[in-house]
């Protein structure tokens, strides 16, 4: 399906509260696209274009990438992208002064934001949600300690597989720095973009499809 009207909408809420899943979702019902800052980086490293060069020789060097050469990587994109398409910002802006410069990016390109919506999460369920998981070291399959264990003890239900494994970084302190982190980075830009009336927030600790229908809602037909 086409994108509606190109709208531009930017995405918030810490690891672990769904936007790779709403994303998707999007992707797939409105033909949107999602642009992330940190895929367009490795991508434009890859490539070898003169922004993703100027990149490679600072993060060669230890240094942080400036707002210039990130907002380069975003005017590629949206250059790339039909002005009928709609696109979704993951992880970008963080700043005040990188939300300032998407809006005259936007401008340029003959767009305009839709929607910034922010993905609420209680911290306690999401750390029961992210701490609790672990998946089969042979298939993948996902479980968890107290909502989705497998049916025979330490067995898998998709492949018999006995082993499984965690993420080294599904732990309750993770979880919580991963927290402060998004707090302390959105907080700053949330301002910007509630005087002007576009901010949404849904909760994210919902149903994936109560939260994709709740965020539909949200947008421009």
């Known amino acids: 399906m086409a994108g509606r009207g190109g709208q531009a909408i930017i995405l918030l809420g810490p690891p672990g509260a769904g936007k790779g899943t709403q994303a998707q979702r999007l992707i797939e019902t409105r033909g949107m696209v999602q642009l992330s800052t940190g895929d367009m980086l490795r991508a434009a490293v890859r490539a070898g274009t003169p922004v993703g060069l100027e990149a490679k020789a600072i993060m060669e060097r230890g240094e942080l990438v400036p707002d210039a050469i990130v907002s380069g990587l975003i005017d590629e994109a949206l250059s790339r992208t039909p002005e009928s398409v709609g696109v979704i910002f993951d992880g970008y802006p963080r700043t005040v002064a990188q939300a300032e410069s998407l809006d005259r990016l936007l401008e340029a390109h003959g767009r305009s934001l ?108």
């Open 114 to 221: 839709a929607r910034v919506i922010e993905l609420e999460v209680d911290e306690e369920t999401l750390i029961d949600r992210i701490a609790g998981r672990f998946s089969c070291a042979q298939c993948g399959a996902g479980y968890h300690d107290r909502h989705k264990r497998p049916r025979v003890a330490g067995v898998c239900d998709v492949c018999g597989g006995t082993e499984f494994r965690r993420r080294p970084d599904d732990n309750a302190l993770t979880v919580r720095t991963r927290m402060a982190e998004y707090r302390a980075k959105t907080a700053p830009i949330l301002p910007h973009y509630d005087e002007r009336g576009i901010v949404a927030r849904v909760d994210g600790m919902a149903a994936m499809e109560d939260v994709a229908q709740e965020i539909a809602a949200l947008l421009p037909v």
